[in-house]
């Protein structure tokens, strides 16, 4: 194949003309763009003939492509005939063409729909020399605002940040082990990569003996895994990279197994999980598999005063009563507010937390999209040790349930750390129990069109010894976090105490810590005046 829009040698007939003509041996299809109209065409070229002389021509922007067997398509497309004096006639027009191997012949069927995609993609009302575009809006541009859609595909289409994944060894290796530890699940069968990014996960399919595997990405990280598996032919040869959302491509067959990595912080943060479900549902067979099959966030109430001092400290800064002669005060409340309403995002002591975790399944092979837009998990626990209770901890894993080994991919606190981390919603105003006490309530996670969720978070402290029977409240917090804005506390010294060591070192009502083991974000003590750091660094 010369191009990956040009076919040599295929054969193609005008099935619609009155009197059917012998089908033209030897052709050449080529896909592009008609110098005319500005729209895509397919032109199909006798033997001999230059491009520029085209035998038959096809619109691609109203056209629609049906396989009739392995090597052989109809493409079907509207016409009209103009006469001097006559109306003009509108009719169809259906062109028979047949490739030479199989190969070609999937690769043709692509190729068709990418040319027709661009048209689908254009702006609605664009003027075309033969009409205007109908605007075909996706599943996807209906959920999702244009601006948050931009920016996630421009960053997922830069290759420091695929990068970063691919050196998440834990997530990178356990893929790795999930797909070739299953290979009986791979070999022969065709394999549908969700939002493949480099394409490694294509080419761990590959390397499982996978027959075919397609590859979709919507970023233009696409060139680049077009370019990564090229380069490793005797993989890529089995695999094609199609460029599009898995709402609006098309394929030419059913999947056997779909593998992706949609995961989020969270789990759901970035809604790709929705894009798995919806590629489910429009490509995979019945009885097929998917990498990973399901997923579970895990939630456990935490104990972390050191944490708790940083967040409250954040906010003195607008404590200050002579800011260059401005009151700063009447701000504190809503700063202080502010922050606490930053998920944070780090890796902490499991130690840290104060009962055991409970967990919230989600199955991808048989939940329905709209089952993420709104997630309500119902809260309980019972204190193991009497302390301050800051909030929920929360981190997820995932399953690959192939048929020779089980595998899991965790973000658990204690596990081997991963570019996820671990996930915590601190409450403002913190929660007293007793080791036995029971705690309830309720995370709550709602989807928005920035691709991703409002936290909602709700917990109780229930009576604990005597009238405990009656399950009365005793005291309630709650907060709303932000997940697409988190507190990434990577950097942070990871101290720890035991909680009820940290009782006795707690700052609070003046949330001031004693010397200097508590620093601010910008390192600074918050006993450190900015007159003291000038005389420092020498600015007096």
Same mark, same amino acid.
């Given at each position: 194949m010369a191009s990956p829009d040009v076919f040599p040698n295929v054969s193609f007939s005008d099935v619609s003309a009155a009197a059917v003509a012998p089908a033209a041996d030897g052709a050449t299809a080529a896909f592009g763009i008609d110098a005319a109209t500005g729209g895509p065409r397919l032109s199909l070229v006798k033997a001999g003939k230059p491009e520029v002389e085209p035998t038959v021509q096809v619109n691609l922007s109203d056209a629609q492509i049906f396989?009739?067997?392995?090597?052989?398509?109809?493409?079907?497309? &509207?016409?009209?005939?103009?006469?001097?004096?006559?109306?003009?006639?509108? /009719?169809?027009?259906? @062109?028979?063409?047949?490739?030479?191997?199989?190969?070609?012949s999937k690769a043709f069927y692509l190729t068709f729909q990418r040319w027709k995609h661009r048209v689908i993609s254009g702006k609605a009302g664009e003027s075309l020399g033969n009409g205007s575009i109908i605007s075909s809006i996706s599943k996807f541009d209906t959920k999702i605002e244009a601006s948050s859609a931009k920016m996630y595909f421009h960053y997922y289409g830069q290759l420091l940040h695929q990068q970063n994944m691919l050196q998440d060894f834990v997530r990178t290796g356990t893929y790795y082990a999930a797909v070739m530890e299953n290979q009986s699940d791979f070999e022969g069968r065709v394999v549908v990569d969700?939002?493949?990014?480099?394409?490694?996960?294509?080419? /761990?399919?590959?390397?499982?003996?996978?027959r075919h595997v397609y590859a979709v990405e919507a970023s233009e990280m696409a060139e680049h895994a077009q370019r990564l598996i090229s380069g490793n032919p005797s993989?890529?040869?089995?695999?094609?990279? @199609?460029?599009?959302?898995?709402?609006?491509?098309?394929?030419?067959?059913?999947? &056997? @197994?779909? @593998?992706?990595?949609?995961?989020?912080t969270l789990l759901v943060n970035e809604r790709m999980l929705e894009s798995y479900v919806i590629a489910r549902e429009r490509f995979l067979a019945p009885d097929g598999k998917m990498f990973p099959t399901t997923g579970r966030i895990h939630m456990a109430p935490f104990s972390d005063e050191y944490l708790y001092v940083e967040m409250a400290n954040k906010a003195l800064f607008w404590q200050q009563h002579n800011f260059f002669g401005v009151d700063l005060t009447p701000l504190h409340g809503s700063a202080f507010q502010g922050y606490f309403s930053q998920p944070v995002v780090d890796a902490f002591d499991p130690r840290l937390l104060i009962s055991p975790p409970t967990y919230h399944t989600l199955d991808f092979t048989s939940m329905k999209e709209e089952e993420l837009y709104e997630i309500d998990i119902p809260l309980s626990f019972v204190a193991s040790v009497g302390t301050r209770v800051h909030g929920l901890a929360c981190w997820f894993d995932v399953l690959f349930n192939g048929s020779t080994v089980q595998r899991w991919l965790t973000t658990a606190p204690g596990s081997p750390t991963t570019h996820w981390y671990q996930l915590r919603c601190v409450l403002?105003?913190?929660?007293?129990?007793?080791?036995?006490?029971e705690i309830t309530g309720h995370l709550h996670l709602v989807a928005h069109s920035a691709q991703s969720y409002t936290i909602y978070l709700t917990m109780s402290a229930k009576m604990w010894g005597v009238g405990a029977e009656q399950g009365g409240i005793l005291q309630t917090a709650t907060g709303k976090f932000e997940l697409k804005e988190p507190y990434y506390r990577l950097s942070q010294p990871q101290s720890y105490m035991m909680p009820q060591d940290q009782q006795q070192q707690q700052q609070l009502p003046s949330l001031q810590p004693q010397g200097s083991e508590l620093q601010m974000q910008d390192g600074l003590s918050p006993g450190i005046t900015i007159d003291q750091v000038d005389q420092d660094c020498g600015l007096h």
């Open positions: 396989k009739l067997g392995p090597r052989e398509w109809l493409c079907v497309s &509207d016409e009209s005939e103009a006469k001097a004096g006559v109306e003009e006639k509108s /009719f169809s027009r259906a @062109i028979n063409v047949v490739l030479r191997t199989e190969a070609e969700v939002g493949a990014g480099s394409g490694i996960l294509s080419l /761990f399919a590959a390397q499982a003996g996978a993989l890529g040869q089995r695999i094609t990279v @199609i460029k599009g959302k898995v709402e609006e491509v098309e394929l030419p067959e059913k999947a &056997d @197994i779909l @593998i992706s990595e949609p995961m989020g403002s105003q913190p929660l007293y129990v007793m080791a036995g006490q």
